[in-house]
């Protein structure tokens, strides 16, 4: 019996809920389920109006879908707004750190001695090179790369030991 209901009622059933989702495969997925449910739980013997049954269960399986579906969106827009929140609290505190770093390390540069500080500023601060340095400064490329290597050692160290 009920393989005679499900060969007449489907492809209506399945336009029934489609009206309701929108989405054809998510539609037969539900009538699918509402004939599964009927195997397992009822006997269509006793239920005098079939047609009327079927389409009411489908109604509520489209129902019951709609409004879980409405709060797994609730719930990911939600998740959404809190990674957010959570990425934009560690960018800001991010930023923090790193403007104070940046303002240590610029202390500390301006500590060092000439002969290393001018190099490094003009490497790091001003992206010049190092033939431009050797250039300004009428001294050797190898002694401009060696000074900026020794400049960058003494600032890890003096960092390292106030972080």
């Known amino acids: 019996m009920l393989e005679n209901i499900y060969s007449k009622y489907y492809e209506m059933l399945v336009l029934y809920a489609y009206k309701f989702i929108g989405d054809i495969e998510i539609s037969k997925d539900l009538v699918q389920d509402v004939f599964l449910i009927i195997l397992k739980k009822h006997d269509l013997k006793n239920i005098s109006n079939v047609k009327s049954f079927i389409f009411k269960s489908v109604r509520n399986s489209c129902i019951n879908h709609l409004c879980h579906k409405k ?93």
């Open 71 to 163: 709060v797994k969106n609730t719930y990911e827009s939600y998740e959404i707004k809190r990674k957010k929140d959570e990425v934009r609290y560690y960018d800001s505190h991010l930023s923090i750190i790193e403007t104070d770093l940046y303002e240590k390390l610029l202390f500390e540069i301006e500590n060092l001695s000439d002969i290393y500080k001018i190099p490094l500023k003009l490497s790091r601060l001003e992206n010049k090179s190092h033939i431009e340095i050797s250039n300004k400064l009428n001294i050797p490329v190898r002694t401009v790369e060696t000074r900026i290597y020794r400049a960058l050692n003494m600032l890890r160290k003096k960092v390292n030991k106030r972080i």
